[in-house]
Every structure is written in structure tokens, then in C-alpha cells.
């Protein structure tokens, strides 16, 4: 059975889908059986892990909205040990059409519960806002995965963040755990950085992640080549960084 992660912040450009394609990429490469569903509109993690968005035949809108079967709709990259849920522009109409459906909130639940005998992990990549996509994230999601920047307005968005995960608790997922914060862009130089770093670990304590994850050209430049930073340069330090955290994250389960 598959521990479901949403990698979530309604903050953009926090690292979310780079996070989303390699620690999907790193975990698969510690052997793991991985799944990554894009659930964001752009497709930059369906691109990021060698996938060319206009070329999918089926992607999550049709998994969501048209009843296709999801097995049908994963692919396998070339490049990368992990399947892909795809996703392209097709899904940004997904967000009206969701709200005719019955039970709207539970749909990539269902179809990913026809899916999780087969992998260990399945990691979703959300949208960088609170929308029926997210939603739908969360509602099947076991816990939820928050790269943030260690900087003040990242902490306002936290705020925010922590109450919608509260309140989707106590109303469609009773089950739903932060699984934990992630410092990405991490610079250990910036006196900000510090300042906010102990506020973080002073009221998150053993939710922070060991891990962090540095600002790293490599990992800035693999997803225009359609690769996690694992298979663009395995010796980087951000892909060094995001191979760490796998080994954090799955010393916890296995």
C-alpha cells in the first residue's frame, strides 16, 4: 500500500515541483516503487521528469473528468526509474467542470486507490494555490510534504497554509499529517535565513527536515534538459541534498 504524499504551498516559486520531480526521482533510485501525479496545470513536473506535456494521449484531466482508467494514463520515462502521472493545460479547465461532479473532493482519491498496490510512494505535485486541484490533492493525500524558503513572507503563507490543512482535517480527511517542513534555497550565509531557520525549528521542532536543500545552478538547470538533478549530475549538491532527504523520508516508513 502506498504512503500518498501531497508536496504543497500556496506560495509559489518556493522549490514545490522541483521538490515534487526529485525527491520522486531520489526515492526511486534508493529501489522504492514511485509514482509522481502532476497535478498543476503548467506540467513543468511532467516536463521536469522528461515528458512532453503536448504529446501525452491521457493525462489527469482525463483520470479526474473523463473516467479513464488510471493505469491507462501513467507513463514510464526513459530517463527515470519512476512512472508519471501526466499533466498539461488541459487540467486548467478541470477546476469548473469539478464543481458539477459528486463528490468532487474525492476523485484522484478513488483513482489512486486503484493504484497503490503498486507502488511504495506516491508523490503529488499541487498548484501553487488552494484550488479543487489541491483540494483533491489533500483528500487523497496521507500527509502533506511543505517546501518553504526561510523567509518572513514564508512564514505568513505558512500560517495560512497550516489552517487549511486543519480545516480539511476536521472536514474530508480526518487522517491528513504534515509530514514536514522542508528549507529549500537554503542559504546558510543570510543572516534572514538563520533568523527565520530557528523560528522554524523553535515551533516545528522534529517536523523540519534535517535535511536542506542549498541554492544549486545544477538543480536550476536540469528540468530545461527534462531530467531530476539525480540523472543531470548525480555528484551536484543539490542532487546530493534531495538523495538525502529520500533516505530521511523512508528511514521513517521502512
Known amino acids: 500500500m502506498a504512503r500518498i504524499i501531497a508536496v504543497a504551498n500556496q ?4 522549490g514545490k515541483t522541483t521538490t515534487s520531480i526529485n525527491l520522486a526521482a531520489s526515492m526511486a533510485e534508493l529501489g522504492r516503487r514511485v509514482l509522481l501525479v502532476d497535478m498543476d496545470p503548467q506540467g513543468n513536473a511532467t516536463m521536469g521528469c522528461g515528458v512532453d ?29 519512476n512512472d508519471v502521472l501526466p499533466s498539461n493545460m488541459d487540467l486548467a479547465g478541470a477546476e469548473v467542470h469539478l464543481l458539477d461532479e459528486d463528490n468532487r473532493e474525492s476523485l484522484l482519491k478513488n483513482a489512486l486507490a486503484t493504484l497503490s ?20 490533492a489533500l483528500v487523497a493525500a496521507d500527509s502533506v510534504l511543505v517546501p518553504m524558503q526561510c523567509e518572513y513572507f514564508a512564514l505568513e503563507g505558512l500560517s495560512s497554509l497550516m489552517e487549511t490543512l486543519k480545516q480539511v482535517r476536521e472536514s474530508v480527511n480526518k487522517q491528513l499529517k504534515l509530514e514536514g517542513l522542508l528549507r529549500t534555497m537554503f542559504d546558510r550565509r543570510s543572516r ?18 534535517e535535511t536542506v536543500i542549498p541554492r544549486n545552478i545544477r538543480l536550476a538547470e536540469a528540468p530545461s534538459f527534462g531530467l531530476p ?15 538525502d532527504l529520500a533516505s530521511e523520508l523512508d528511514k521513517k516508513y521502512y
Not at 538533478?229 to 538523495?243: C, E, F, L, N, Q
Open 11 to 14: 506560495k509559489g516559486g518556493v
Open 53 to 81: 506535456k503536448q504529446q501525452v494521449e491521457l493525462s489527469c484531466y482525463d483520470v479526474l473528468l473523463e473516467g479513464c482508467d488510471p493505469a491507462s494514463a501513467v507513463v514510464s520515462p526513459e530517463q527515470v526509474k
Open 192 to 209: 534572514l535565513t538563520r533568523d527565520v531557520n530557528e523560528q522554524l525549528i523553535s515551533h516545528f521542532s522534529d517536523k523540519v527536515f
Open 229 to 243: 538533478a539525480i540523472i543531470y549530475d548525480k555528484h551536484s549538491r543539490g542532487a546530493v541534498a534531495y538523495m
Open 117 to 136: 498496490e503498486k507502488y511504495d510512494y506516491i508523490f503529488i505535485d499541487c498548484p501553487p494555490s488552494m484550488n479543487m486541484l489541491t483540494i483533491n
